[in-house]
């Protein structure tokens, strides 16, 4: 068997762990989605109205417009904690450090966590978006084309993600540790575009949140499903998602390459 076909199997068998293990336990990536999804409620119904004229719009279906990519990025970010969390405890159990002893691929433990993760966090994004129908989001205006677009940046964006994720609890100590540690990727998207346009923002503050990941990400998303100017967003997106899975890959294979805890 070559190489590539054993790295194939290995990290298939892997992937078929993780989401058995996922279907098993799923309470963390319930708690997890829970965020969103209240988020979405909490500020499409109660602060709506508001929220709405604030951003120029008509009514409150404005703002579910306005909001929804926002809260679908948010839930990649608040996925991935779970990654974090499942990588860690593999390293603390000893289940990694069994992994080494055996003769499989050795990338396929990390291949598996991680394709694990974007499907995760697809299906969550599905969920969610799912929510944000019932409730009134509509894209009349977006092509077959900008779907198509939307749906890869949302993967991509998973993707990398995930790779810090995985970076994260390679390095934690336990999980509580590594779910501590992954937060910034659930609190970053409160200070991106997420609710309120950049420019509505004090002046000290909006370089931090119009150039950290999630904004553009945001930005390019709400272009192609509702037809806003994407302008340099769409570059600057695909520029994090790329520089953050390259990153994420390269810590993640340093800590895995060095002596189990």
Not at 110 to 119: C, D, I, P, R
Not at 146 to 162: D, K, P, R
Request: net charge neutral; with cysteine.
């Amino acid at each position: 068997m070559s190489t590539l076909s054993l790295a194939v199997r290995d990290s298939s068998t892997m992937l078929r762990r993780n989401l058995l293990h996922a279907r098993r336990y799923p309470s963390l990536t319930l708690n997890l989605l829970l965020t969103p999804v209240m988020l979405l409620l909490l500020f499409v119904y109660i602060f709506g109205d508001v929220m709405s004229a604030g951003i120029g719009g008509a009514d409150r279906s404005d703002y579910i417009a306005y909001i929804v990519p926002g809260i679908l990025m948010m839930t990649i970010g608040g996925t991935v904690v779970g990654t974090a969390v499942s990588v860690s405890t593999d390293m603390n159990e000893g289940i990694i450090a069994r992994f080494r002893t055996m003769a499989i691929h050795r990338g396929s433990v990390l291949v598996g966590h991680v394709a694990g993760s974007v499907l995760q966090c697809v299906a969550s994004v599905v969920l969610v978006g799912a929510v944000a129908v019932a409730i009134g989001f509509r894209s009349t205006d977006a092509t077959a084309l900008e779907w198509i677009a939307a749906f890869g940046l949302l993967t991509l964006f998973s993707l990398a993600l995930t790779w810090i994720a995985v970076g994260l609890g390679l390095a934690s100590p336990n999980a509580e540790a590594a779910a501590n540690s992954a937060q910034p990727l659930i609190l970053l998207p409160l200070i991106s575009s997420t609710f309120v346009p950049v420019d509505a923002m004090p002046g000290w503050f909006r370089p931090i949140a119009e150039y950290q990941p999630f904004t553009p990400a945001i930005e390019t998303l709400r272009g192609l499903l509702l037809g806003t100017e994407i302008g340099h967003d769409g570059w600057l997106a695909i520029a994090w998602c790329v520089g953050l899975t390259l990153l994420g890959y390269f810590w993640s294979a340093s800590t895995f390459d060095r002596d189990p805890k």
